[in-house]
Structure formats: C-alpha cells, structure tokens
C-alpha cells in the first residue's frame, strides 16, 4: 500500500491540515483524517446551527487558502439568497454564521474526496487511542480496536476542554445548548467566563427561550471590545529593549495608540497592525515577562484583539442595559450543590463582602484548556510515553519551528493550531491556522522522499462510504 500520513481531528485545524497535506504530498500518498465525534470539517466551533453564532472575523479574512484570500467570500457570494439570509454585512465588514462556515469546510473536504482518480482522504469516524512507533513510521490504534500503519501523524485537535471546572452537578455544556433541558425563568444562570464563549452562552440561552438572569463571572469583569472599521497602521518599530521587558512593551504599544489617536485613528488599527509580529513579540520575550503576561495582561489583550461581530456585541449591550445579563468580577470561593439549584460562593474583586448566589446551572465559558492538565487520553500516552512532552507553561505541547513534537522518543509527529499556543501565543484564528497547515504540509512533503517501511494495513473508508 502507498504510504499514509495521520491528521488526528477534523476540526479546522485538521481539515485545513488534511487538505494542505493533499496538495503538498505526491499522488501515491494519502492523508487519514481521524475525528472522535460530530461531523468533519466542523468541530466544536462550527458544529452549531444557531443563526446568531457569528464567526469572530470577517469573512475577506475566513478563507481556507492563504494564496486566495477571497475564496469563502465568493462562496458565500455564489450562495442562493434564502441561504445567505443569516449573514450580516455591518460596516466592520461582513459576518457569516459559524454554521454557515462549517458546511463551507465540509464541502472542500467532500470535494477532496470525490475528486479524480483513486481516492487520496479517508475518513475515520473513530478516537485515536495511541500511535505506537515501528519500523517506518506508527501504528495508529483506534477506541473501536482498529490498527492503520501511517509514516507519520499531524496532531490536530484545536482547543482542548479544561478539566471540569467549575465542579457541580448543574454543569451545562455551552456546547450542546440542546442538553440544557427545561430552564425556570425565575431562577438565574451562571456563565463562568465573560469572553466570547459567554457571547455564544447567552446568545444559545435566549435562542432556547430562556428569559431569566443570566449572571456572567470571571476575574476582572471583562467583555470583549466589538470589531469596527479599521485602516492599515505600521507595524511599530521596536527596539531591542522593547522586547526584553513586558512593562516596556506595554508602554510602546500604549504609546503608539495614542499617537494613533492624536492622528485621528482607532485603536483596533495598531493592535491589527501587531498581527504579523505576534509570534515575533511573544518569543522575543523572557520566559519570565511571558509568565507575567499570563498572569496580569492576557485578558486585557484577548478582550482587544479577539472582537465580538457587531450584531453579537450589539446584543450583549442590550442583555446589560436591559438587566437581563449581569457581569460580575470576582472569583468562585465554594459551590454546593442541591437537588435543583446550586450556591456558588463568590468573592468580589476589589474588596467587599463574599455574595451567595442560587442558580439553576453553571456553564463552563472558561475557554480553552492547558495540556499538562487535559484528560484527552491520546495526548497522557503520548507524553507518557516520550512522544510529546508539554509546552511552556503547560499550554500546549513542546514544538520546533518546523512543527515536530519535542519529547524523549519524538520522531514524525506534527502539531498545528491550539497546541502551539505556549510556542506561538496567537495560534488559533482561521489565518495563523491555516498558514501554519501550509507551512506543515510543506514539511512533511519534504520528507516524501525518505525510504518508508510498513503499509497501511487496510483502507479507510471514505467519506461516500462513511455518510
């Protein structure tokens, strides 16, 4: 058999892999596209069918092809008008249903399999378990017990859940709304968390027809900043001692705000303009300004750089003002749990005495999940085995600048997207994502050439077979 290459997840990060992998490799090897759950080419984020779950970027920013820029944009423009009827063109730009941009990536991948000649993508509706090393690559083990040898694996997993918290039985899933069961109007809900999952948890609350207060918490209270027309600014010119010192830093950004403001500009024009340098920043840094950044500045840059769509924005304004959605700032001391209700325990930020608060649910809207704390058991026995190793500060795994996972053992193993976030920092909108796919599938297909042992032990069944 010809050689295979493994992407484990068909979320974004993965379709985008598997797709990359498709164009880069030569005809006689194919790509395994590995998903546990839901449909390919959606994930969590783009599995939703609510209307008003927007994407968090325009649309002229959301194509799968960093070389042709407009291609969602003319997809979503060759769409009948009952189709596009969700999406919403606002001064900022134009903003698409996530829904809308999952069925986008499921046809690219419906597309790479019914294409010409012998079939290249094979789908497998089923876990990873394991990848074990063997002469010429792995053998990928599978929950349902099925083996494939592979010459290599591109992990692929997006963001990982974090682990469990808040702990209580009246946990909902801001994920599957449709498990949220039958809510009393007379009790509140408790958002933990105040970033854009929150935006989604509200807006899946109002969508089910709940009507009662809705409670947003987390540290310092803050709401994402809304998108809003923005201009070309400068990449600022930074200096050696910029980048040693996060107080520096911080201080330089600040300064050319303000020089953006005294020129008649936004804000958003200078933080759009750090874009291409991210990485640059985040690694120029000592370990020690980026543990601090982690522990004072995260949130005020993720409210700033990763902006709510207007209509979503729009209709959080409304939930405060109108006092359907409170946001609170403080942390959860203790939560006990009862038949129907639970009482959370919160302590003020700033002072003040501790608050008992009776809710009816708590959803989780804390975001994305560190690895030295996941229970994905493909990642505990990869790192326990040698394989991979965590990144710093627990965020994601340990990679090189060419991808390749860092550990005892590490061989061809490939990661892309949430897992470099310790690496990278900005690793998780749709164009870090999917210029990262390029640049791994560029590298794997450097490797085509390398004597491979071992075959894949049986084909995978395609996405015509796999329905």
Not at 116 to 138: C, I, K, M, S, T
Not at 275 to 287: G, K
Request: one cysteine or more; a positive charge; charged letters at 20%.
């Amino acid at each position: 058999m010809n050689p295979v290459i493994a992407v484990v997840g068909a979320g974004f990060s993965g379709s985008m892999a598997a797709l990359h992998l498709l164009a880069a490799l030569p005809r006689s090897w194919s790509v395994l596209l590995c998903e546990k759950g839901g449909r390919f080419g959606r994930g969590l984020a783009y599995g939703t069918q609510a209307s008003d779950h927007l994407l968090n970027l325009r649309a002229a920013n959301m194509s799968a092809y960093p070389d042709r820029p407009q291609h969602f944009a003319d997809w979503l423009g060759r769409l009948p008008e009952a189709e596009a009827s969700d999406v919403v063109a606002t001064p900022a730009g134009t903003f698409a249903p996530r829904a809308l941009y999952g069925r986008y990536l499921a046809e690219l991948l419906t597309q790479a399999v019914v294409s010409e000649g012998a079939p290249r993508l094979h789908l497998v509706h089923d876990a990873v378990a394991d990848l074990v090393p063997v002469a010429g690559g792995y053998r990928l083990r599978t929950e349902g017990g099925t083996s494939y040898a592979v010459a290599g694996a591109v992990l692929a997993m997006g963001n990982l859940t974090g682990p469990g918290a808040p702990p209580s039985r009246h946990r909902l899933d801001p994920w599957r709304p449709d498990a949220f069961g039958r809510l009393h109007p007379d009790r509140p809900v408790l958002v933990v968390g105040t970033g854009l999952t929150m935006v989604d948890a509200v807006a899946s609350l109002r969508g089910r027809g709940f009507s009662g207060r809705i409670v947003a918490l987390s540290r310092r209270g803050l709401v994402p900043k809304v998108h809003a027309p923005t201009r070309a600014w400068p990449v600022p010119d930074l200096a050696a001692a910029d980048l040693a010192s996060l107080t520096r830093l911080t201080r330089r950004i600040r300064a050319e705000i303000m020089a953006a403001r005294q020129a008649g500009r936004d804000w958003r024009d200078v933080i759009d303009a750090l874009r291409p340098i991210t990485t640059y920043l985040w690694r120029s840094l000592p370990p020690r300004e980026q543990a601090r950044f982690l522990r004072h500045l995260r949130p005020f840059w993720d409210v700033h750089r990763h902006r709510a769509a207007p209509p979503a924005a729009a209709a959080i304004a409304a939930e405060i003002a109108a006092g359907g959605l409170e946001v609170r700032a403080g942390r959860i001391l203790a939560i006990t749990d009862g038949p129907s209700e639970a009482v959370v325990t919160i302590r003020p930020r700033g002072g003040g005495p501790d608050a008992a608060l009776t809710v009816q649910g708590i959803i989780d809207a804390t975001g994305i999940g560190r690895v030295d704390e996941t229970g994905d058991p493909l990642l505990r026995r990869l790192v326990a085995n040698g394989l991979a190793r965590p990144g710093p500060f627990g965020l994601g795994l340990a990679a090189g600048d060419d991808y390749r996972l860092r550990g005892p053992q590490a061989g061809r193993l490939w990661t892309l997207g949430p897992l470099l976030r310790g690496s990278l920092w900005e690793c998780v909108a749709v164009p870090d994502i999917r210029n990262q796919a390029a640049e791994v599938a560029a590298l794997v297909a450097a490797l085509a050439a390398a004597p491979l042992a071992g075959e894949v032990e049986r084909p995978a069944p395609s996405l015509r077979q796999a329905g």
